[in-house]
C-alpha cells in the first residue's frame, strides 16, 4: 500500500502567484511526509485549473523536491502535438533525474476540447493515435507515423527520456469494461470512485491480472482519488472541509454551469453529505480519517491511496496540518513504514511560512515534539 | 547599458540532465552578476536545441532565481496551439512574480516547422494571426477571434499575467526595414545582423522613435548577440572558444547538412578565425573582450549587450570563469 496526491490546483483564491508558491511548499512537505508521487490534472479555461500547462508546473516541482515521484494525471492528449509532448516528457523526466509518472486521458471535458478547436467525438481516436506516436517515439528517438490526424516523416527526437523505455503510464477510466485491457498492458490506474464500484473496478483488474499468471508482486498501482481533511476534531474538521468542498465542487461544474448544464450525477454528488457517504470525502479526527480509510481501502481493494489535502480554498496551514498528521498517525498504521512519524524537521520553508502566518497551534504542529 | 544573456541549449555533450542542472548552476552566476535578462532559444528536432520546450526550462529558472528576468527568444508562435501559449505566458510570468520577457517569431527553420506539420509559406500570415490571437487572450476576458487559421467563440480566460498588459515583447530583427514598424510598436529588438549592420538598423529604429515624439528614456531595448569566451590569455580563451564554435556551428547547421543544403543566409562565417574578425565571437583576455565589445557596441548603437557565455562543449568551469572575469572586468567599462 502506497500513498500519492491528487491535485486539480482549482483556484483557491485571487492570487495566482500566491497560490503557485504555497502549493509548491506544500509540495515539499508531501516529499517529507513519504508520498510516493504527486500527481496534478490538466484543464483549461475553467478555475479548476489553474495549472493549464501541468508540464511548467511540474518543472517548479522537480526543482523543489528530490526524491517525490511526479506526472500529470492527465495530460489530455487530444490537445497536444505530439512531438511537442514527446519533447516535454523528455525534458522533464531529464530535468528530475527520471521522476516523471505519465498519465494519459482523453480530457473529460467536452467544452475544454471544443476551446482547443477539437471535436470532442475525435478525442478517443486522437488519444490512440497520439499515445501511439509519443510511445514509439520515446521509445526509439524518431518520430514515424501515416495516420488520421498526424503525419512523421523520421523526425529525430534528439531528446530522450531517463526512464526507460519510457516513464510509467497512468490512465483514467470510469469504465469497468477497460479494466481486462489495462491489466492486460500493466497500466497503473487512478480512478474517482464510489467505494462500491472502485471495489468492483479493482476486483475486474486483479482478476485480469491473476488470469494473465502474472505475479501480485508486479502488480501495477490501482489508485482511487479521495478529498482528505485531518484536524483535531471531528466537528471543526468536517466543517472545513464542507466550507472547502463547495468552492471547489464550484470549480467542478463551472463550465457545465456556464453552458446552463449540471454535471452528470454519478461524474461527482453536489451534496457535501452525499459526498461523503459514497467515499469522496475523509474527514476528521485522526481517528476518524483511520477508521474511514481503512474501510474504504479495505472494501476498494486499492494499493494506492491517492488524497487530496488541498482543495477549494483551504489555507496552505488547513492543508499543511492535514498532512502532518495524516504522515504521522494515519499513513503508518494504514501500512508499516508509510509515513513520516520521525521528529524530524519539516521542510525549512513550511516550518517558516507556519511560523510567519500562522496561530500559535499551527507553529506546534511544525515542531510537534519540541 | 544593460546586459542579458542569449543561450540555445545547444548539446554539450554531457548527459542531458547534467546539462539542464550545469546550465541552472550558471544562470544563478548571471543573477548575481547583474544581467539584466536570461533569453533562451526554441528549436525542435537538433542537437541546437536541447530545451524545445523553453517554458518548462523557463519554470526551472523562475525556481532558481529571484530577480532575473527571463523569457523565449523566441517562442515559434505557430508551432504552439495559441490558447496553450496563452495559458504558458501567464503561468510563467505569475510563478516568477512578472519577470517573463515574451519573445515571439515564426520559427525560420522549415525544416523544424515542416516536422510540426506546417507549411512555411503560410508562416508570416499565421504568425500575424497567432500573435493577435495571444494578445486579445492576455488582455480580455473571453477570447473571440474568426481568422483564416483560428476560431474562438467566447472563451473564457481564467489565466492573467502579472505585467499589465502583457509581458514586454521581443522580436528577432533580420531586415533594415523592420525597425520602422518596430519602433513604432515600441518593441525590443535583437538584429542578427555584424556590428554595421545593426547599426544602420538602430540609427533608424531611433530615428523612427524620436519622429514619433517618444521619449529617449522610453527607449526599448536593441540587442546584438555575441558568443563570448573571457579568460586569463588571449590564447587560452580562443583555443577554448575555437573548439566549442565547432561543435555549435555543426549543431546551426544540423538539419541543414542533413538534408543536403547550406544555410540560406550568411548568418555566421562557418570559420572560427572569419567569426572572429567578423565580432561574431568576441574571445580573448579581459581587454581584448573590452574593447573589441566597445567598439562594436559604439558602431552598432545598440543599448542591450547580449552575451552568449555557454555554448558548445565549454564546461561549466569554463562557462563560470568568462561570466566572472566579464561581471568583474568586462562590464564595469562598457
Not at chain 2, 474562438?152 to 521581443?170: A, D
Amino acid at each position: 500500500m502506497k500513498f500519492g496526491i491528487f491535485d486539480h490546483l482549482d483556484r483557491s483564491g485571487p492570487d495566482a502567484e500566491r497560490q503557485y508558491e504555497e502549493r509548491l511548499r506544500l509540495i515539499e512537505l508531501y516529499e517529507w511526509a513519504g508520498f510516493h508521487a504527486y500527481h496534478v490534472a490538466e484543464h483549461h479555461g475553467t478555475p479548476l485549473g489553474m495549472a493549464p500547462s501541468p508540464g511548467l508546473f511540474l518543472s517548479a516541482v522537480a526543482q523543489r523536491t528530490t526524491t517525490l515521484r511526479f506526472g500529470p494525471l492527465v495530460y489530455p492528449l487530444g490537445l497536444y502535438h505530439p512531438l511537442r509532448l514527446a519533447e516535454e516528457i523528455c525534458m522533464l523526466d531529464q530535468m528530475s533525474g527520471g521522476r516523471l509518472e505519465l498519465g494519459v486521458g482523453r480530457g473529460a471535458s467536452p467544452y475544454e476540447a471544443a476551446f482547443f478547436g477539437v471535436d470532442p467525438k475525435t478525442t478517443a481516436e486522437r488519444f490512440d493515435e497520439v499515445l501511439g506516436v509519443v510511445l514509439k517515439g520515446l521509445v526509439t528517438g524518431r518520430l514515424d507515423h501515416k495516420g488520421k490526424h498526424f503525419t512523421f516523416d523520421n523526425v529525430p527526437l534528439e531528446v530522450t527520456t531517463v526512464q526507460r523505455p519510457h516513464p510509467p503510464l497512468w490512465h483514467v477510466t470510469r469504465s469497468l469494461e477497460s479494466a481486462p485491457r489495462l491489466a492486460g498492458e500493466g497500466c497503473n490506474v487512478a480512478l474517482s470512485l464510489p467505494t462500491r464500484d472502485a471495489g468492483a473496478y479493482c476486483a475486474a483488474y486483479r482478476k485480469a491480472w491473476v488470469a494473465l499468471e502474472r505475479s501480485p508482486l508486479d502488480m501495477p498501482f490501482l489508485g482511487n482519488t479521495r478529498n482528505v481533511v485531518v484536524g483535531d476534531n471531528d466537528r471543526e474538521t468536517i466543517a472545513i472541509a464542507k466550507r472547502a468542498f463547495k468552492v471547489w465542487y464550484d470549480s467542478l461544474v463551472h463550465l457545465w454551469r456556464m453552458h446552463d448544464l449540471t454535471l452528470p450525477k454519478q461524474i461527482f454528488p453536489s451534496e457535501f453529505e452525499d459526498a461523503v457517504a459514497e467515499g469522496y470525502v475523509v474527514a476528521g479526527s485522526v481517528s476518524r480519517v483511520l477508521e474511514q480509510m481503512r474501510a474504504d481501502i479495505d472494501r476498494t481493494g486499492i494499493n494506492y491511496a491517492l488524497c487530496r489535502f488541498a482543495y477549494g480554498d483551504l489555507s496552505f496551514e488547513e492543508s499543511a496540518r492535514s498532512v502532518r498528521l495524516f504522515s504521522r498517525e494515519v499513513m503508518p498504521e494504514l501500512s508499516p513504514g508509510q509515513g513520516n512519524e520521525s521528529n524530524a524537521r519539516m521542510p525549512a520553508s513550511v516550518v517558516d511560512r507556519i511560523g510567519h502566518y500562522g496561530t500559535e497551534a499551527d507553529v506546534d504542529i511544525a515542531f510537534p515534539f519540541r | 547599458m544593460k546586459f542579458g544573456v542569449f543561450d540555445h541549449m545547444d548539446r554539450a555533450g554531457a548527459t542531458l540532465g547534467q546539462q539542464f542542472e550545469d546550465r541552472l548552476k550558471l544562470i544563478e552566476l548571471y543573477e548575481k552578476s547583474g544581467f539584466h535578462a536570461y533569453h533562451l532559444a526554441e528549436h525542435h528536432a537538433t542537437p541546437l536545441g536541447m530545451a524545445p520546450s523553453p517554458s518548462v526550462f523557463l519554470a526551472a529558472v523562475a525556481q532558481r532565481t529571484t530577480t532575473l528576468r527571463f523569457g523565449p527568444l523566441v517562442y515559434t508562435v505557430n508551432l504552439y496551439h495559441p490558447l496553450r501559449l496563452i495559458d504558458e505566458i501567464c503561468m510563467l510570468d505569475q510563478m516568477s512574480g512578472g519577470r517573463l520577457e515574451l519573445g515571439v517569431g515564426r520559427g525560420i527553420s522549415p525544416y523544424e516547422v515542416g516536422y510540426y506539420g506546417i507549411d512555411p509559406a503560410t508562416g508570416p500570415e499565421r504568425f500575424a494571426e497567432a500573435l493577435e490571437v495571444i494578445l486579445k487572450g492576455l488582455t480580455q476576458k473571453t477570447l473571440d477571434h474568426q481568422g483564416k487559421f483560428f476560431a474562438y467563440r467566447n472563451v473564457p480566460m481564467e489565466m492573467v499575467p502579472v505585467q499589465r498588459p502583457h509581458p514586454p515583447l521581443w522580436y528577432g530583427a533580420n531586415s533594415l526595414e523592420s525597425a520602422d514598424r518596430l519602433a513604432r510598436q515600441g518593441l525590443n529588438a535583437v538584429v542578427g545582423m555584424k556590428a554595421e549592420g545593426v547599426g544602420q538598423f538602430s540609427a533608424r529604429y531611433r530615428a523612427a522613435w524620436t519622429a514619433l515624439g517618444r521619449a529617449e528614456a522610453d527607449m526599448p531595448f536593441i540587442g546584438l548577440s555575441r558568443h563570448i569566451v573571457v579568460g586569463d590569455t588571449d590564447k587560452e580563451a580562443q583555443a577554448a572558444a575555437k573548439r566549442a564554435f565547432a561543435l555549435w556551428y555543426d549543431a546551426l547547421i544540423h538539419l541543414w547538412r542533413a538534408n543536403g543544403v547550406g544555410l540560406p543566409r550568411q548568418m555566421i562565417p562557418a570559420e572560427f578565425e572569419a567569426a572572429l574578425d567578423g565580432g561574431y565571437i568576441v574571445a580573448g583576455s579581459a581587454s581584448t573582450v573590452r574593447d573589441r565589445l566597445k567598439h562594436d557596441n559604439d558602431v552598432a548603437g545598440i543599448n542591450y549587450c547580449l552575451c552568449r557565455l555557454a555554448f558548445g562543449d565549454l564546461s561549466f568551469e569554463e562557462s563560470q570563469r568568462s561570466t566572472e572575469l566579464f561581471t568583474r572586468d568586462v562590464m564595469p567599462a562598457l
